[in-house]
Every structure is written in C-alpha cells, then in structure tokens.
C-alpha cells in the first residue's frame, strides 16, 4: 500500500493550497460547517418560536418553510441556489456562498423543530408562573423560557451539527474545494493509491465527528446533574 502518497499530500487534505494558493480542504469543510451552523441556529431559533406563535399567518408560514425544506434532499437545495441565483440575482455567486446558504436554509428548519420541541418540553406553568408576575408573552419567553429550553437544546444542536459536518462533503458537486473534493484532487493527479486516500479522508471525517459527539455527550451529562441538583 502507497501510504507515503497520503502523507506527501496529507497537509492539502487539512487546509488545500494554503498559505500559497486559497483554502481548502478539512480546514473548508470546518469552516462551512461552522457558520452554517451559526447561521442556521437564528433562522432555526426565529422559525421554531414562529411555529410557536398564536398569529395563523405566523405560523403557517414558519410551518410551509419547515415542511418544504425538509421534503427537499439537501443536494437538490444546493443545486437550486446554485443554479437559480444567476437568473435571480442576476449574477452568479461564488460556489462556497451557494453551498453556505444551502446549508444555513436546509440546517434551519431542523433547529426549528429542536427548538419547537425544546419549549414545547418544559412544563406549561413555567409561562403561566411567568406571566403571573406581570411579563408580557414576549418578556415571558426571552428571560424565562428560551433560557431554559435552549439549555436542553445543546446536546440536539452539537448533534445536528455533526451532521452538518458530514453534509459539507455534498459542496464537491459544485466545486467547493473542501475535504472530499481535495481528495478527488489528489487522486486523480497521482492515479496510484485511492483506497488509501480515501481511508485517510474517512478517518478524518470521522476524528472531527467524534469529537463532536464526545462534547455532546458530555453536555448531556453535565446538563443532566444540573437538573438533578434543580429538583
């Protein structure tokens, strides 16, 4: 097996060509990853209250956004931002934005049903109680109960953002030089050690996955002693 291939290129799987050339590679896939989830955590946080809300129009709103796009696969989105926004803009955008906004719409309505679910969760006479010392709804659900909700949310969005982390790979359809597309880079110049290339992305994948999944399943543990010690 052809390891020394991998090693030779293993500095272009974490950050592609630079400081010579732009970035690419893990360090792009963490980056989507990041301000995708970032992104999606307002617009998640924003749609989830708005299903919440007793205003129809509000509502139903929020729930044909969250139903079309989670009827919707992922890649079909990027392909749509992509695509479209030439003829919608106008102009054309850069790969990476197409995939960014892709992934911040699609994240979206998965943080809206965490976040539904999240407030959904606590008992209904945290609001009452709230509201009986004189809030209003609004004032009710800012200082009472998100602060509450979003704390039991950490763990759903860490895994959520797993996820995203594993979707980046689907940016190498439209040219966005992150881990996998560098991979398939790499082996198409060298033609001589594929399985051992994509082995290595593989495991690279999997090293950030499982940190990730690591710190949440810490939270969760640490979240459920500090309830315990509320009861």
């Known amino acids: 097996m052809q390891w020394d291939v991998v ?33 999606a955590f307002w617009i998640g946080l924003a749609a989830g209250l708005m299903r919440l809300s007793r205003n129809k129009l ?10 079309v796009i989670r009827g919707v696969p992922l890649l079909m989105l990027i392909f749509w931002f992509y695509f479209l926004a030439p003829v919608v803009l106008g102009t054309s955008l850069p790969e ?32 009452e109680a709230a509201r009986g010392t004189g809030l209003s709804h609004y004032q009710a659900m800012r200082f009472v109960i998100l ?16 996820s995203l982390t594993k979707d980046t790979s689907l940016a190498y359809i439209i040219g966005v030089n992150e881990l996998t ?25 999997f090293i950030v996955c499982y940190v ?15 309830q315990a010690r509320d009861r």
């Open 181 to 205: 597309r560098t991979a398939t880079q790499v082996n198409n110049r060298t033609l001589s050690a594929p399985t051992e290339i994509f082995i290595t992305i593989a495991v690279l994948y």
């Open 96 to 127: 990476f934005h197409c995939a960014l906004i892709a992934f911040i719409v699609f994240t979206g309505a998965y943080i809206a049903e965490i976040v539904k679910a999240g407030v959904v969760a606590l008992p209904s006479g945290q609001m």
């Open 7 to 39: 090693w030779n290129n293993f500095d272009y799987f974490l950050w592609g060509a630079f400081p010579n050339g732009p970035l690419g590679g893990l360090a792009v896939s963490i980056l989507l990853a990041v301000l995708g989830i970032f992104g």
């Open 58 to 67: 509000v509502k139903i709103t929020s729930v044909i956004y969250i139903e």
């Open 147 to 162: 602060p509450q909700a979003l704390r039991n949310m950490i763990p759903s969005f860490v895994n959520q953002f797993v």
């Open 212 to 226: 990730l999944t690591y710190t949440s399943r810490r939270m969760e543990k640490h979240l459920a002693r500090y």
